[in-house]
């Protein structure tokens, strides 16, 4: 079992920052892959970031890009992801997710955090 506990999100202003963390218990994370999900009001969970459990791969969605860069410290056994230029249309329940190997699939991963709040107004 893997425990993910997200922190970070809040309100930002249109072009601001913000930096969200999970961090992870339980089984030996530093095996493990990690990724970041979002969800907005009335829409389908979708894809932002994933990270191998080395580091050495990533991977992000179209719409993030640039923005956006997903890392780790196993050292800390945590997963950030450091959101640049945000966008109102960024506005979600941000959510980090664990598995075995890297994904962009929702559906292939095992844990969950809990989510947490991103909101950037206009």
């Known amino acids: 079992q893997v425990q993910l506990v997200e922190s970070g999100g809040g309100l930002v202003q249109a072009g601001g920052s913000l930096r969200l963390s999970c961090a992870a218990s339980?089984?030996?994370?530093?095996?493990?892959?990690g990724a970041w999900f979002r969800q907005a009001p009335g829409k389908e969970r979708e894809f932002v970031a994933a990270?191998?459990?080395?580091?050495?791969?990533?991977y992000y969605a179209d719409s993030v890009k640039g923005r956006f860069t997903i890392s780790r410290d196993n050292a800390k056994n945590t997963v950030a992801l450091q959101m640049n230029s945000l966008k109102p249309e960024d506005t979600a329940v941000y959510y980090c997710?664990?598995?075995?190997?890297?994904?962009?699939?929702?559906?292939?991963?095992?844990?969950w955090g809990q989510g947490t709040q991103v909101t950037v107004s206009s």
């Open positions: 990270i191998s459990w080395s580091g050495s791969g990533t």
């Open positions: 339980g089984r030996t994370f530093k095996n493990y892959a």
């Open positions: 997710a664990s598995r075995n190997s890297i994904s962009t699939k929702g559906s292939d991963y095992d844990y």
